[in-house]
C-alpha cells in the first residue's frame, strides 16, 4: 500500500514524499483572511439592522443604526472556536437581539444522542445554545435550544428536542414548556399581536399546522389532513394563516430512476375557527412540483389581501401572486432567470430579490437586486453592473444588503430604494484583492447537445503552458459565480481557486447541470446522480475544453470539489485518469447505493417499485463501479463528524484502493463536520490541497 497521512497540518509520509508545510506559499494564510457576511436582519419597526460578520474563524454579532448606520459590534466569540452564530432574530422595536450558538444547521441528520459538534475537541460538552441581548448591553444564554421566535410583545420562543419551550429572555427567568404535542414541533411563527403561535406538527407520515393561544385552551388545528402541512404565515391583522400542503407519505412507491410530480397547494384558514379552504393548487406537472431550489418556497402575505410565493410553472423559479380568497396566479417576474432570496418590502406592496440576470455580459453568473409589484408583472433593477448584490433588507428608508465583486470579498452596503446613493458602510477592507484574478464566463457544449456554464481563472498575458484544474462544487443546487460567493462553503472554494491561479495554475469551475441559475430542466435533467451520472459528461467536455485553450497544458489536469464535488472528483479519477492526473476529494459520495440504503431503506412491503434495479444503476453511477480503472492519485479529505456524507464513505473508497495498490494520500480531522466550522481545519485543508496539486501536477 502506498498513502500518505496528513493530520493537524502536518504530513506523514509513507513511502510517497510530500512537501513539508514550510514549502506552502506564505501568504495562503492571508488568501483565506476575507471577511464572509450572514444572517443580515432588519427591525420591523426601527431603524436598525444585525448581521454576522465571520474573519478567520472569529464570529462577530454587528448592528447599524440609521441615519448614518454605523456598524457596532455587540458580541464576538473572541476565537475560532468552531461553534456558529446563527438564526439571528432582532426584535420589532430593534433593541433587543436574539441568536443561536452552536448546532450544525447545515446537517441532513442530527449526530447519534444528539451530540453537538466539537470541531475544537474540547473536553466539555458543546450545546446548541440561544442567547439574548439588549442593544448596547451586556449578552447572557437564556436556555439550550434553537430556532428562537420573538413576539411583539417581547416573549420568546423556541425549540428543543421537537418541543416548543417559551421564556421572557429579558427578565432571566426560567424557561417553561409551552405546550404538549406529540409531533416535533417547527417553523413558529408569532401573531402579529404576539398572543398567539402557529408551529408545524410533524407527525412523520403528515404534519399540521396548530395555534397555541394559551394553558387553559386547546391547541387549534387548522384544516387538519392526511397530507405534510407547513410553512404557517400570519395575516396582517392576524385573523387568517396560509400554508402549503404536500402529499402525506403513502401510496404505490414512487418510480426512483425517473422524475414524477410533487403536486402541492395553498390553504388559508381562519386563525379563529380553524376551518380552512382552498386557495390554489398546482397541476400534475414537473414543473409544477414543490419548488427545489435552495431556500425552497417562499410564502408571504401582501398589500391588496395577496399571497406572493415562488414556483417554478414556467420552468424558472418566479414569484407569483395569488388572491388570498382563491383563484388563479398571476407570474410578477417573466424571464429567463432565478428568483433568489425574495423579501417583502414593509408596506407590502412590493418584494426585493436577487436573481442571476441583467445588462452586463455574464451576468448569468452573477446576482443583481431587483425589485416587482405584487399586482403586476415586471421587474425594475435596483443594482447592475459586474459586481455581486445579495441579501436586500429593506430598513426605514433605505436598502442594506451584502455587496461583493470578482476582487472585492463581501461587505455591507446601503443605497436608496432605487439603488442610488449604493456605498459600504463598513470601513475599507484590508484583504489584498488587487492580487485577485478577474474569472471570465465561458461555455462549451456538452455530448449531448447542453450549454454548460463555467468560469476560466487564468493569469492574463501568460505564455508558458500551465497545469490547470477543474473545480466542481457541491450541492449539487448550487451555482458558482462570477466573484465571490453568498454562501460561505464557496467563498472558501473561490478563495482557494484564486490561490491556484495566482500560483502557477489555470482553474475552470464547472456549473455542471443538476445546478441552479439556468432553469428547471437544467436543474432536474434525466439519467442523472444515482439514476446515471449524466451529469459526468459536463466534467469530462469541460476539462476537454480547458485542454484546447491558450496556456494550458492539457496533459496536466487535476480536479477538486467538495460533497457532491468530491464524488464527482472520484468519478473523474475512476473513469478518466487519462485526462486527470490528480485530484482533491473533500468529503465525496462514493457509493450511491450504500447511500440510497442507508437514507432511504428498501421498502417493508410487498411493493417494491423499481428499487432493484434503482440499486443497481445507483451502484454503476459511482465511483466504486469503476475502481479497477483508476490510477492517478488522490487526496481524500473528510472530518469524521460528517453529518452530510458519511465518513464510512471514505474509508470504503480508500479500501478499494488499497486492495489494488493505488497511491492516495487521507486527511482525517477529527470531530469536524461537513461544512469544516474551524477556520484553521479549512487552512490546514486547503494548504493540503495545494500541497499535494503542486507536488502531482507542477514539473
Known amino acids: 500500500m502506498r498513502k500518505t497521512v496528513f493530520l493537524a497540518g502536518i504530513s506523514y509520509a509513507l513511502f510517497l514524499a510530500m512537501p513539508s508545510a514550510a514549502q506552502v506559499k506564505p501568504d495562503l494564510t492571508e488568501q483565506l483572511s476575507y471577511p464572509f457576511l450572514t444572517e443580515l436582519v432588519a427591525a420591523e419597526h426601527a431603524d436598525r439592522v444585525a448581521w454576522v460578520s ?104 423556541f425549540v428543543k428536542d421537537g418541543v416548543v419551550w417559551s421564556v421572557d429572555p429579558s427578565s432571566r427567568g426560567k424557561p417553561e414548556r409551552l405546550l404538549f404535542d406529540r409531533g416535533k ?42 397530507e405534510h402541512d407547513e410553512a404557517p404565515v400570519w395575516s396582517p391583522d392576524g385573523m387568517h394563516i396560509a400554508f402549503t400542503r404536500r402529499q402525506g407519505d403513502g401510496g404505490a412507491p414512487a418510480p426512483m430512476l425517473r422524475e414524477t410530480p410533487h403536486p402541492w397547494s395553498i390553504w388559508v384558514a381562519d386563525a379563529g375557527t380553524g376551518e380552512g379552504h382552498l386557495a390554489w393548487k398546482s397541476s400534475r406537472t414537473r414543473n409544477a412540483s414543490y419548488p427545489q431550489v435552495p431556500g425552497g418556497l417562499f410564502l408571504a402575505w401582501a398589500a391588496g389581501d395577496r399571497l406572493i410565493f415562488r414556483a417554478e410553472m414556467d420552468g424558472w423559479p418566479h414569484l407569483y401572486a395569488l388572491p388570498a380568497a382563491g383563484g388563479d396566479p398571476l407570474l410578477l417576474t417573466p424571464g429567463r432567470f432565478m428568483v433568489d432570496r425574495p423579501i417583502m418590502a414593509a408596506d407590502r406592496r412590493s418584494v426585493v430579490f436577487d436573481a442571476n440576470t441583467g445588462g452586463t455580459p455574464g451576468d448569468e453568473d452573477r446576482r443583481h437586486l431587483f425589485r416587482a409589484s405584487v399586482d403586476r408583472p415586471g421587474v425594475t433593477a435596483i443594482t447592475r453592473g459586474d459586481g455581486i448584490e445579495t441579501a436586500a433588507t429593506p430598513v426605514g428608508r433605505v436598502l442594506m444588503f451584502i455587496s461583493a465583486t470578482a476582487q472585492r470579498p463581501a461587505a455591507l452596503h446601503i443605497a436608496a430604494p432605487d439603488g442610488s446613493a449604493n456605498h459600504s458602510v463598513e470601513p475599507a477592507s484590508a484583504y489584498p484583492s488587487g492580487t485577485m484574478v478577474i474569472p471570465r464566463p465561458v461555455t462549451w457544449t456538452s455530448p449531448d447537445g447542453l450549454v454548460v456554464h463555467g468560469q476560466l481563472f487564468q493569469v492574463p498575458g501568460a505564455t508558458a503552458k500551465k497545469p490547470a484544474i477543474v473545480f466542481v462544487h457541491g450541492g449539487p443546487p448550487r451555482q458558482m459565480l462570477l466573484g465571490w460567493s453568498y454562501m460561505d462553503y464557496y467563498s472558501n472554494a473561490y478563495a482557494v481557486n484564486q490561490y491556484l491561479a495566482q500560483h502557477g495554475f489555470v482553474v475552470l469551475s464547472i456549473n455542471y447541470r443538476l445546478g441552479i441559475g439556468y432553469g428547471r430542466a437544467f436543474q432536474h435533467p434525466e439519467h442523472a446522480g444515482p439514476a446515471g451520472s449524466s451529469e459526468y459528461q459536463d466534467v469530462l467536455s469541460g476539462a476537454r475544453f480547458l485542454a484546447t485553450q491558450p496556456g494550458v497544458d492539457g496533459k496536466r489536469i487535476g480536479i477538486w470539489g467538495g460533497s457532491y464535488g468530491g464524488l464527482l472528483t472520484a468519478l473523474a479519477l475512476a473513469r478518466n485518469s487519462d485526462v486527470f492526473k490528480a485530484g482533491v476529494d473533500f468529503h465525496g459520495v462514493h457509493d450511491w447505493s450504500r447511500t440510497l440504503g442507508e437514507e432511504m431503506h428498501p421498502p417493508v412491503r410487498y411493493e417494491k417499485g423499481d428499487w432493484d434495479e434503482a440499486m443497481k444503476v445507483a451502484f454503476e453511477s459511482s465511483p466504486v463501479a469503476a475502481v479497477s480503472e483508476w490510477r492517478s492519485p488522490v487526496l481524500f479529505i473528510h472530518g469524521d463528524d460528517d453529518r452530510n456524507v458519511r465518513f464510512n464513505q471514505t474509508i470504503d473508497l480508500e479500501r478499494r484502493l488499497d486492495a489494488q495498490d493505488t497511491a492516495y494520500a487521507e486527511l482525517v480531522i477529527p470531530n469536524e463536520i461537513h461544512g469544516f466550522l474551524r477556520w484553521r481545519d479549512w487552512l490546514t485543508a486547503d494548504a493540503a490541497s495545494i500541497s499535494f496539486f503542486e507536488e502531482k501536477l507542477h514539473p
Do not use: C
Open 54 to 157: 465571520v474573519v478567520k474563524g472569529v464570529r462577530t454579532i454587528w448592528t447599524a443604526t440609521g441615519p448614518d448606520y454605523r456598524p457596532r459590534q455587540v458580541f464576538s466569540n473572541g476565537k475560532d472556536d468552531g461553534q456558529e452564530l446563527s438564526n439571528l432574530v432582532i426584535s420589532p422595536d430593534g433593541r433587543a437581539i436574539t441568536w443561536v450558538q452552536g448546532g450544525d444547521h447545515d446537517a441532513n441528520w442530527e449526530a447519534q444522542m444528539g451530540l453537538q459538534p466539537n470541531p475544537g475537541s474540547g473536553t466539555d460538552q458543546p450545546r446548541m445554545e440561544i442567547w439574548h441581548g439588549r442593544v448596547g448591553g451586556a449578552a447572557s444564554k437564556v436556555a439550550d435550544g434553537d430556532a428562537p421566535a420573538l413576539s411583539t410583545t417581547g416573549r420568546l420562543a
Open 185 to 226: 414541533a417547527r417553523n413558529l411563527a408569532w401573531s402579529p399581536d404576539g398572543r398567539q403561535l402557529a408551529f408545524v406538527s410533524d407527525r412523520g407520515d403528515h404534519s399540521f399546522v396548530g395555534i397555541y393561544s394559551r394553558k387553559d385552551q386547546p391547541i387549534l388545528w387548522l384544516a387538519p389532513s392526511t
